[in-house]
Protein backbone atom coordinates (compact mmCIF):
# COMPACT_ATOMS: atom_id res chain seq x y z
CA UNK A 1 0.00 0.00 0.00
CA UNK A 2 1.05 3.47 -0.71
CA UNK A 3 2.09 6.15 1.92
CA UNK A 4 -1.05 8.00 0.99
CA UNK A 5 -3.07 5.23 1.64
CA UNK A 6 -1.46 4.38 5.28
CA UNK A 7 -2.01 7.72 6.13
CA UNK A 8 -5.61 7.71 5.05
CA UNK A 9 -6.13 4.34 7.85
CA UNK A 10 -4.07 6.15 10.53
CA UNK A 11 -6.23 8.97 10.26
CA UNK A 12 -9.43 6.50 10.93
CA UNK A 13 -7.78 5.17 13.85
CA UNK A 14 -7.01 8.10 15.51
CA UNK A 15 -10.13 9.28 15.00
CA UNK A 16 -12.15 6.43 16.27
CA UNK A 17 -9.43 5.78 19.42
CA UNK A 18 -11.00 9.35 20.08
CA UNK A 19 -14.69 8.50 19.76
CA UNK A 20 -13.85 5.69 22.11
CA UNK A 21 -12.29 7.67 24.57
CA UNK A 22 -14.81 10.54 24.53
CA UNK A 23 -17.55 7.86 24.78
CA UNK A 24 -15.78 6.65 28.01
CA UNK A 25 -14.91 9.60 29.74
CA UNK A 26 -18.64 11.17 28.99
CA UNK A 27 -20.96 10.96 31.96
CA UNK A 28 -23.62 8.30 31.97
CA UNK A 29 -27.17 9.58 32.35
CA UNK A 30 -28.80 8.65 35.41
CA UNK A 31 -30.91 5.89 35.66
CA UNK A 32 -34.38 6.91 36.95
CA UNK A 33 -36.26 3.75 36.49
CA UNK A 34 -38.22 2.35 39.73
CA UNK A 35 -36.37 -0.95 40.45
CA UNK A 36 -37.08 -0.89 44.35
CA UNK A 37 -34.02 -3.37 44.15
CA UNK A 38 -32.00 -3.97 47.21
CA UNK A 39 -29.15 -4.48 45.15
CA UNK A 40 -29.58 -1.33 42.80
CA UNK A 41 -27.81 1.75 43.55
CA UNK A 42 -29.71 3.72 41.19
CA UNK A 43 -31.86 6.41 42.47
CA UNK A 44 -35.07 4.62 42.62
CA UNK A 45 -32.99 1.66 43.77
CA UNK A 46 -33.16 0.31 47.86
CA UNK A 47 -29.54 -0.92 48.04
CA UNK A 48 -28.91 1.68 50.67
CA UNK A 49 -32.35 1.37 52.77
CA UNK A 50 -31.12 -2.43 52.85
CA UNK A 51 -27.80 -1.76 53.93
CA UNK A 52 -29.34 0.57 56.66
CA UNK A 53 -31.52 -2.09 57.91
CA UNK A 54 -29.04 -5.44 57.74
CA UNK A 55 -25.74 -2.83 59.23
CA UNK A 56 -27.13 -1.40 62.01
CA UNK A 57 -31.19 -1.32 62.75
CA UNK A 58 -31.91 -4.56 61.85
CA UNK A 59 -28.63 -6.43 62.59
CA UNK A 60 -28.38 -9.89 61.49
CA UNK A 61 -32.36 -10.15 61.39
CA UNK A 62 -32.89 -9.28 57.90
CA UNK A 63 -32.76 -11.49 54.74
CA UNK A 64 -33.38 -11.27 51.12
CA UNK A 65 -35.45 -13.82 48.94
CA UNK A 66 -37.08 -14.72 46.06
CA UNK A 67 -39.87 -17.69 46.95
CA UNK A 68 -43.14 -17.98 46.33
CA UNK A 69 -45.56 -17.57 48.92
CA UNK A 70 -46.72 -20.90 49.16
CA UNK A 71 -43.10 -21.76 50.50
CA UNK A 72 -43.53 -20.55 53.68
CA UNK A 73 -47.14 -22.39 54.58
CA UNK A 74 -45.35 -24.46 56.54
CA UNK A 75 -43.27 -22.75 57.89
CA UNK A 76 -42.59 -23.08 61.94
CA UNK A 77 -41.61 -19.51 62.52
CA UNK A 78 -44.38 -17.80 60.92
CA UNK A 79 -44.87 -15.60 63.96
CA UNK A 80 -41.84 -14.51 64.55
CA UNK A 81 -41.73 -14.01 60.85
CA UNK A 82 -42.77 -10.40 59.03
CA UNK A 83 -42.96 -10.48 55.23
CA UNK A 84 -41.65 -7.08 53.84
CA UNK A 85 -42.75 -6.61 49.33
CA UNK A 86 -42.03 -3.26 48.25
CA UNK A 87 -43.43 -2.60 44.56
CA UNK A 88 -44.54 0.34 42.11
CA UNK A 89 -47.83 -1.82 41.46
CA UNK A 90 -48.86 -4.86 43.53
CA UNK A 91 -50.69 -7.88 42.28
CA UNK A 92 -50.38 -11.41 43.13
CA UNK A 93 -52.92 -14.17 41.51
CA UNK A 94 -56.05 -15.45 43.55
CA UNK A 95 -53.94 -18.74 44.58
CA UNK A 96 -50.68 -16.44 45.70
CA UNK A 97 -53.19 -13.92 47.29
CA UNK A 98 -54.88 -16.73 49.40
CA UNK A 99 -51.37 -18.19 50.30
CA UNK A 100 -50.52 -14.73 51.85
CA UNK A 101 -54.18 -14.29 53.83
CA UNK A 102 -53.41 -17.89 55.07
CA UNK A 103 -50.04 -16.74 56.45
CA UNK A 104 -51.53 -13.78 57.82
CA UNK A 105 -54.41 -16.27 59.84
CA UNK A 106 -51.51 -18.03 61.16
CA UNK A 107 -49.37 -15.06 62.56
CA UNK A 108 -47.76 -14.01 60.29
CA UNK A 109 -47.13 -10.14 59.67
CA UNK A 110 -47.47 -9.07 55.95
CA UNK A 111 -46.08 -5.34 54.97
CA UNK A 112 -46.92 -4.75 51.51
CA UNK A 113 -45.43 -0.97 50.16
CA UNK A 114 -46.71 -0.19 46.63
CA UNK A 115 -48.22 2.51 44.55
CA UNK A 116 -51.27 0.55 43.72
CA UNK A 117 -52.93 -2.97 44.93
CA UNK A 118 -54.61 -5.40 42.79
CA UNK A 119 -56.11 -8.49 42.73
CA UNK A 120 -57.72 -10.32 45.53
CA UNK A 121 -56.36 -8.57 48.12
CA UNK A 122 -57.49 -5.15 47.40
CA UNK A 123 -60.74 -7.13 46.74
CA UNK A 124 -60.70 -8.50 50.44
CA UNK A 125 -59.95 -4.86 52.11
CA UNK A 126 -61.54 -2.99 49.76
CA UNK A 127 -58.43 -1.38 49.14
CA UNK A 128 -57.63 1.65 46.53
CA UNK A 129 -55.06 3.84 45.99
CA UNK A 130 -54.99 7.57 43.38
CA UNK A 131 -51.69 9.97 42.52
CA UNK A 132 -52.62 13.08 44.63
CA UNK A 133 -51.02 15.98 42.76
CA UNK A 134 -50.49 19.23 45.58
CA UNK A 135 -51.90 22.37 44.02
CA UNK A 136 -50.02 24.20 46.30
CA UNK A 137 -48.22 27.47 46.32
CA UNK A 138 -44.57 27.93 45.02
CA UNK A 139 -43.60 28.80 48.77
CA UNK A 140 -44.26 25.61 50.37
CA UNK A 141 -42.57 23.02 47.94
CA UNK A 142 -42.67 19.95 50.01
CA UNK A 143 -45.26 17.56 51.24
CA UNK A 144 -45.44 16.63 54.96
CA UNK A 145 -46.04 13.32 56.84
CA UNK A 146 -46.83 12.78 59.57
CA UNK A 147 -47.69 9.74 62.25
CA UNK A 148 -50.94 9.70 64.66
CA UNK A 149 -48.68 7.52 67.12
CA UNK A 150 -47.64 10.17 69.86
CA UNK A 151 -44.74 7.99 70.57
CA UNK A 152 -43.50 8.30 66.92
CA UNK A 153 -44.31 12.48 66.39
CA UNK A 154 -40.83 13.66 67.31
CA UNK A 155 -40.30 15.09 65.33
CA UNK A 156 -44.06 15.91 64.34
CA UNK A 157 -43.76 16.36 60.44
CA UNK A 158 -41.57 14.77 58.23
CA UNK A 159 -41.18 17.13 54.51
CA UNK A 160 -40.27 15.24 51.44
CA UNK A 161 -39.34 17.36 48.05
CA UNK A 162 -42.58 18.21 46.26
CA UNK A 163 -41.80 15.94 43.31
CA UNK A 164 -42.30 13.46 45.53
CA UNK A 165 -44.67 10.55 43.46
CA UNK A 166 -47.26 10.44 46.28
CA UNK A 167 -50.19 8.12 46.07
CA UNK A 168 -52.80 8.08 48.89
CA UNK A 169 -55.41 5.47 49.65
CA UNK A 170 -59.12 7.12 48.34
CA UNK A 171 -60.95 3.82 49.78
CA UNK A 172 -60.83 1.27 52.35
CA UNK A 173 -62.38 -1.07 55.16
CA UNK A 174 -62.94 1.63 57.89
CA UNK A 175 -64.20 -1.26 60.42
CA UNK A 176 -61.08 -3.19 60.14
CA UNK A 177 -58.31 -0.94 59.01
CA UNK A 178 -56.39 1.57 61.54
CA UNK A 179 -54.37 4.55 60.12
CA UNK A 180 -51.21 4.72 61.22
CA UNK A 181 -49.80 8.16 59.42
CA UNK A 182 -50.63 10.87 56.68
CA UNK A 183 -49.17 12.86 54.24
CA UNK A 184 -51.15 15.90 53.39
CA UNK A 185 -53.89 15.05 55.22
CA UNK A 186 -53.86 12.09 53.13
CA UNK A 187 -54.04 8.70 54.24
CA UNK A 188 -50.77 6.48 53.02
CA UNK A 189 -50.18 3.79 55.98
CA UNK A 190 -53.01 1.39 57.33
CA UNK A 191 -52.78 -1.15 59.41
CA UNK A 192 -55.10 -4.15 59.33
CA UNK A 193 -55.29 -7.40 61.84
CA UNK A 194 -56.21 -10.27 60.17
CA UNK A 195 -56.18 -13.98 62.09
CA UNK A 196 -53.40 -13.59 64.32
CA UNK A 197 -51.51 -11.42 62.30
CA UNK A 198 -51.73 -8.35 60.55
CA UNK A 199 -51.24 -6.75 57.17
CA UNK A 200 -49.71 -3.46 56.82
CA UNK A 201 -50.33 -1.48 53.59
CA UNK A 202 -48.26 1.90 52.86
CA UNK A 203 -48.76 3.59 49.50
CA UNK A 204 -45.93 5.59 48.81
CA UNK A 205 -42.85 2.74 48.39
CA UNK A 206 -40.52 5.70 47.34
CA UNK A 207 -39.57 6.74 50.58
CA UNK A 208 -37.33 4.05 50.66
CA UNK A 209 -35.51 4.60 47.83
CA UNK A 210 -31.64 5.69 47.62
CA UNK A 211 -32.43 9.38 46.69
CA UNK A 212 -34.45 9.96 49.85
CA UNK A 213 -32.86 7.83 52.15
CA UNK A 214 -28.38 8.94 51.19
CA UNK A 215 -27.92 11.74 53.19
CA UNK A 216 -31.92 12.98 53.96
CA UNK A 217 -33.02 14.17 57.16
CA UNK A 218 -36.44 12.78 56.34
CA UNK A 219 -35.32 9.26 56.05
CA UNK A 220 -36.68 8.43 60.10
CA UNK A 221 -39.76 8.65 58.61
CA UNK A 222 -38.99 5.22 57.13
CA UNK A 223 -37.31 3.64 59.64
CA UNK A 224 -40.75 4.38 62.01
CA UNK A 225 -42.58 2.55 59.58
CA UNK A 226 -41.16 -0.83 60.14
CA UNK A 227 -41.07 0.24 63.82
CA UNK A 228 -44.73 -1.46 63.89
CA UNK A 229 -43.43 -4.68 62.99
CA UNK A 230 -42.84 -6.58 66.32
CA UNK A 231 -41.76 -9.93 64.71
CA UNK A 232 -37.76 -10.73 65.26
CA UNK A 233 -37.26 -11.53 61.81
CA UNK A 234 -38.07 -9.61 58.52
CA UNK A 235 -37.61 -11.16 55.16
CA UNK A 236 -37.46 -8.59 52.19
CA UNK A 237 -39.41 -10.66 49.59
CA UNK A 238 -38.71 -9.60 45.48
CA UNK A 239 -40.74 -12.56 44.49
CA UNK A 240 -42.80 -11.28 41.72
CA UNK A 241 -45.46 -13.78 40.08
CA UNK A 242 -46.18 -14.11 36.31
CA UNK A 243 -42.28 -12.60 35.18
CA UNK A 244 -39.49 -13.49 33.79
CA UNK A 245 -36.65 -11.89 36.25
CA UNK A 246 -33.78 -13.04 34.69
CA UNK A 247 -35.10 -12.02 31.40
CA UNK A 248 -36.16 -8.90 32.24
CA UNK A 249 -33.39 -8.30 33.95
CA UNK A 250 -31.12 -8.90 30.78
CA UNK A 251 -33.69 -6.79 28.67
CA UNK A 252 -33.57 -3.42 30.98
CA UNK A 253 -29.59 -4.10 31.06
CA UNK A 254 -29.25 -4.01 27.49
CA UNK A 255 -31.81 -1.35 27.49
CA UNK A 256 -30.57 0.66 29.92
CA UNK A 257 -26.64 0.79 28.81
CA UNK A 258 -26.71 3.38 26.13
CA UNK A 259 -23.54 1.71 24.61
CA UNK A 260 -24.62 -1.86 24.64
CA UNK A 261 -27.71 -0.30 23.26
CA UNK A 262 -26.59 1.62 20.20
CA UNK A 263 -24.39 -1.98 19.53
CA UNK A 264 -27.68 -3.73 19.61
CA UNK A 265 -29.36 -1.22 16.94
CA UNK A 266 -26.45 -1.26 14.43
CA UNK A 267 -26.16 -4.53 14.55
CA UNK A 268 -29.87 -4.94 13.42
CA UNK A 269 -29.39 -2.42 11.05
CA UNK A 270 -26.14 -3.99 9.60
CA UNK A 271 -27.36 -7.46 9.20
CA UNK A 272 -31.14 -5.90 7.85
CA UNK A 273 -28.22 -3.88 5.40
CA UNK A 274 -26.61 -7.35 4.89
CA UNK A 275 -29.98 -9.14 4.10
CA UNK A 276 -30.37 -6.81 1.38
CA UNK A 277 -27.11 -6.26 -0.77
CA UNK A 278 -26.85 -10.21 -0.41
CA UNK A 279 -29.78 -11.02 -2.23
CA UNK A 280 -28.37 -8.75 -4.76
CA UNK A 281 -24.83 -9.59 -4.92
CA UNK A 282 -24.79 -13.48 -5.50
CA UNK A 283 -21.30 -15.15 -6.11
CA UNK A 284 -21.70 -17.31 -9.27
CA UNK A 285 -21.03 -21.14 -8.67
CA UNK A 286 -17.27 -21.19 -8.90
CA UNK A 287 -15.35 -24.05 -10.92
CA UNK A 288 -13.68 -26.87 -10.48
CA UNK A 289 -10.10 -27.24 -11.70
CA UNK A 290 -8.14 -30.21 -11.44
CA UNK A 291 -4.93 -29.82 -9.91
CA UNK A 292 -1.64 -29.57 -12.10
CA UNK A 293 -0.75 -33.43 -12.49
CA UNK A 294 3.05 -34.02 -11.26
CA UNK A 295 4.94 -35.58 -15.03
CA UNK A 296 8.31 -35.61 -13.71
CA UNK A 297 8.39 -38.84 -14.06
CA UNK A 298 6.79 -39.30 -17.64
CA UNK A 299 9.45 -36.41 -18.49
CA UNK A 300 12.82 -37.87 -17.01
CA UNK A 301 11.43 -41.47 -18.99
CA UNK A 302 10.93 -39.61 -21.94
CA UNK A 303 14.56 -38.13 -21.92
CA UNK A 304 16.14 -41.39 -20.78
CA UNK A 305 14.68 -43.19 -23.40
CA UNK A 306 15.57 -40.54 -26.45
CA UNK A 307 18.93 -41.08 -25.03
CA UNK A 308 18.59 -44.63 -25.09
CA UNK A 309 17.55 -45.11 -28.53
CA UNK A 310 20.05 -42.65 -29.76
CA UNK A 311 22.74 -45.53 -28.64
CA UNK A 312 25.17 -42.80 -27.23
CA UNK A 313 25.64 -44.66 -24.63
CA UNK A 314 29.31 -43.04 -23.68
CA UNK A 315 27.19 -39.25 -23.29
CA UNK A 316 24.53 -41.45 -20.85
CA UNK A 317 27.65 -42.70 -18.87
CA UNK A 318 29.71 -39.04 -18.55
CA UNK A 319 26.20 -37.51 -17.00
CA UNK A 320 25.83 -40.36 -14.67
CA UNK A 321 29.36 -40.32 -13.30
CA UNK A 322 29.65 -36.70 -12.88
CA UNK A 323 26.08 -36.46 -11.05
CA UNK A 324 27.76 -39.63 -8.83
CA UNK A 325 30.76 -37.18 -8.47
CA UNK A 326 28.28 -34.57 -7.56
CA UNK A 327 27.08 -36.51 -4.87
CA UNK A 328 30.37 -37.52 -3.22
CA UNK A 329 31.61 -33.59 -3.01
CA UNK A 330 27.94 -32.71 -1.37
CA UNK A 331 27.68 -35.72 1.09
CA UNK A 332 31.07 -36.92 2.07
CA UNK A 333 33.26 -33.74 1.15
CA UNK A 334 35.50 -35.68 -1.16
CA UNK A 335 36.77 -34.91 -4.90
CA UNK A 336 36.31 -37.93 -6.63
CA UNK A 337 37.83 -37.16 -9.88
CA UNK A 338 41.36 -38.49 -8.76
CA UNK A 339 40.45 -40.48 -5.63
CA UNK A 340 43.40 -41.99 -4.02
CA UNK A 341 43.16 -45.84 -1.85
CA UNK A 342 43.02 -43.56 1.48
CA UNK A 343 39.96 -41.51 0.08
CA UNK A 344 38.09 -45.40 -1.00
CA UNK A 345 38.90 -46.51 2.78
CA UNK A 346 37.41 -43.19 3.88
CA UNK A 347 34.48 -43.38 2.02
CA UNK A 348 33.88 -47.15 2.90
CA UNK A 349 33.88 -46.27 6.70
CA UNK A 350 31.70 -43.47 5.78
CA UNK A 351 29.08 -44.88 3.79
CA UNK A 352 29.35 -48.34 5.36
CA UNK A 353 29.69 -49.86 2.14
CA UNK A 354 32.52 -52.81 1.52
CA UNK A 355 35.59 -51.39 -0.34
CA UNK A 356 35.00 -54.30 -2.96
CA UNK A 357 32.08 -52.68 -4.12
CA UNK A 358 33.13 -48.91 -4.44
CA UNK A 359 36.49 -50.45 -6.57
CA UNK A 360 33.93 -51.83 -9.00
CA UNK A 361 32.22 -48.09 -9.14
CA UNK A 362 35.48 -46.56 -9.74
CA UNK A 363 36.73 -49.52 -11.91
CA UNK A 364 33.90 -49.32 -14.24
CA UNK A 365 34.41 -45.47 -14.52
CA UNK A 366 37.97 -46.00 -15.42
CA UNK A 367 37.41 -48.25 -18.19
CA UNK A 368 34.60 -46.01 -19.74
CA UNK A 369 36.49 -42.99 -19.61
CA UNK A 370 39.37 -44.73 -21.33
CA UNK A 371 37.16 -45.94 -24.22
CA UNK A 372 36.20 -43.98 -27.59
CA UNK A 373 32.93 -45.30 -27.33
CA UNK A 374 30.94 -47.14 -24.15
CA UNK A 375 29.00 -50.37 -25.23
CA UNK A 376 25.16 -50.75 -23.66
CA UNK A 377 26.73 -53.83 -21.03
CA UNK A 378 29.17 -51.42 -19.59
CA UNK A 379 26.75 -48.58 -19.30
CA UNK A 380 24.47 -51.19 -17.51
CA UNK A 381 27.06 -52.45 -15.02
CA UNK A 382 28.37 -48.89 -14.17
CA UNK A 383 24.19 -48.12 -13.64
CA UNK A 384 23.92 -51.03 -11.33
CA UNK A 385 27.38 -50.16 -9.45
CA UNK A 386 25.80 -46.99 -8.93
CA UNK A 387 22.62 -47.71 -7.77
CA UNK A 388 23.78 -50.22 -5.63
CA UNK A 389 25.93 -47.59 -3.60
CA UNK A 390 22.79 -44.96 -3.40
CA UNK A 391 20.93 -47.62 -2.19
CA UNK A 392 22.75 -49.21 0.93
CA UNK A 393 24.46 -45.50 1.84
CA UNK A 394 24.24 -45.04 5.14
CA UNK A 395 24.63 -41.19 5.05
Known amino acids: MSKKTNLYYLLLLTLFMALVWLEYRSPKPINWSKTYGTKDKIPFGCNAFYRILNEDVLKGNI ?7 SEYIHSDSLKTTALFF ?12 KNLLSLARQGASVFIAACTINGLLADTFSISTQRYYSFQTDSVKKKRFSFFNPQLQIPLYHYYPKEFDLYSFVSFDTSKAVLLAEADKKPVFLKINYGEGAFYFLSTPDIYCNYFIVNKAERTFAYKTLSYLKNKTLVWNEYAPGTSE ?26 VLFMVFA ?3 RQRAIAIIEPVTNTTMQFVEVIGNVYYNSKNHRFIAEEKIQSFYHFLRQKFSINATNISATEIQ ?3 KLSEIPEKNINDIFNSIQKIQEQKNTSEKDLIQLNEHIAYFYKHNKR
Do not use: W
Open 246 to 271: KKIALLQFLLDNPSLYAAYVTAIIAL
Open 346 to 348: RLS
Open 279 to 281: LKR
Open 86 to 97: LHHDFYFNPTES
Open 63 to 69: KTENKKI
